[in-house]
């Protein structure tokens, strides 16, 4: 009988199949094949770690056996990182050192990839280029009939981080028209506005922290960005834990995990315990089940609920305000955070009980009258802010079918919607619970 051909081979190849299911193994294909070549001449010595395709998380890495809690899962060298001393060693470096006010860390770093990735062909960055994202999906990149549909204050901070791109643009067309002796072409062709989001995002999303000394070529901002080639395709889990750290002996960037992984399943690391709003804005995915996800809740909503004629109304608000309880005021798994019920406390006082606000904020318990009020009205506004979450996911349905080019962006949002209904009504039957027991 051929090797392989019995029922322990057959077991084997079932066993294979079931490990893969996870991802699908992409190491063989051209650009990984050329990136590995291109990081192995700078010194990258391999690791067990392999490009692939996940059903949940899209491209990642895989690992070719298990890991072991505190087992170092990757080590780049120094060689192989981008970071701003790649940049002044380059042909920008003597442009960006003649500037003056100086560019900031970010725009030399922006600069270096738009030039990188015109060159094409002659760049000696290519391998790494050639396996970077074409688009991005962070709130910049959003058409605005999708920013509409996200929550607040995410929509907020949505807008700041459009006019903030957009900002860092404009003031940066003076020192991108200086680099016209390097190119052929008219700079304003290369270094346009699309462009510039694409770095900036590719910096902003993949970047690992590596702090760098001061220098006077450049802006005060923080000098704190490295791109991290074949690393930053390990994807984000809020359930992970791992060390990572430049090892200044060996002069390498090292993850090591706090987690163990079976062999064949997808490696993650952690980028911090952020909510989904966090996630989305920082880096444009995400997470199901992120046990750090939260729903907000606005002053405006909050004042809904309180009647405009309690007189001692501005007093109460005011207190809010100065002891910071008018932000972050939040929905979770676990049901209302303390402090929106705090705020809500505070502002169900009634006139004999306003007195005792300072014990409020302490966490005291004033009256049963008030802990019933403060709990109906967070019951109400939890049922209001789940009403609202499933009228926007009906409008997301809607305009998915009507507008095919935003499909993706769309679904994103959708996501994010979805785990806030999840919180909501599990929220709901936590305070519902909470009403029975104290009545």
């Given at each position: ?29 051209l ?5 590995k ?12 770690l392999r ?14 056996k ?5 087992e ?58 050639d ?20 929550p ?5 901070k ?15 067309k003076a ?13 304003g062709?290369?270094?346009?506005y699309?462009a ?24 005060l901002?923080?000098?704190v ?56 804005l ?26 405009p ?23 979770g ?11 809500l ?26 802990e ?9 506004i ?26 993706k ?27 029975v027991?104290?009545?």
């Open positions: 009988m051929k090797k392989n051909r019995g029922r322990t081979g057959r077991k084997r190849r079932r066993k294979r199949l079931q490990s893969f299911m996870h991802g699908v193994n992409c190491s063989h294909k650009e990984y094949i050329k990136l070549k291109w990081l192995k001449d700078r010194g990258f010595e391999g690791s067990n490009p692939a395709q996940f059903q949940d998380t899209g491209r990642g890495l895989m690992t070719t298990a890991l072991q809690v505190r170092l899962v990757i080590s780049l060298p120094e060689k192989c990182l981008l970071t701003t001393d790649t940049v002044l060693s380059s042909c920008l470096g003597e442009y960006i050192i003649k500037w003056k006010p100086p560019v900031s860390p970010l725009i030399a770093l922006c600069t270096f990839l738009i030039a990188e990735k015109h060159a094409g062909e002659k760049s000696l960055w290519k391998p790494y280029l396996v970077l994202p074409k688009s991005y999906t962070c709130p910049v990149c959003l058409e605005q009939d999708v920013v509409s549909l996200l607040e204050p995410l929509r907020s949505a807008e700041e981080q459009r006019t903030m791109v957009h900002e860092l643009y404009t003031s940066s020192f991108f028209s200086s680099l016209q002796s390097l190119f052929a072409e008219n700079p062709t290369i270094f346009n699309s510039l989001e694409w770095a900036w995002c590719t910096i902003n999303t993949r970047t690992i922290y590596m702090k760098h000394s001061q220098r006077e070529c450049f802006s901002e923080p000098d960005y490295a791109l991290a080639p074949y690393l930053d395709l390990l994807n984000h889990s809020p359930n992970v834990q791992v060390k990572a750290a430049f090892n200044e002996q060996a002069r390498s960037y090292e993850i090591q995990t706090n987690s163990q992984c079976k062999k064949y399943e997808e490696v993650f690391i952690c980028y911090g315990p952020h909510d989904n709003q966090r996630l989305l920082e880096y444009g995915f995400v997470a199901i089940d992120n046990p750090h996800s939260t729903v907000y809740v606005s002053s405006d909503i909050l004042l809904k609920y309180f009647q004629l309690d007189k001692q109304r501005d007093a109460k608000l005011s207190i809010l305000k100065d002891h910071d309880f008018l932000q972050n005021l939040t929905f798994w676990d049901g209302p955070s303390w402090r929106l019920l705090t705020a406390k505070l502002l169900s006082l009634g006139a004999d009980e306003f007195a005792c606000w300072r014990r409020v904020l302490l966490g005291d318990v004033i009256s049963a009258r008030n019933q009020q403060a709990l109906n009205i967070t019951a109400k939890c049922h209001f802010l789940a009403e609202e979450t499933q009228c926007v996911l009906l409008q997301i349905s809607q305009l998915k079918r009507d507008k095919e080019n935003l499909k962006h769309l679904s994103l949002v959708e996501a994010l919607r979805l785990e806030d209904l999840k919180i909501l009504q599990k929220s709901a039957e936590i305070l519902c619970n909470l009403n027991a104290t009545t």
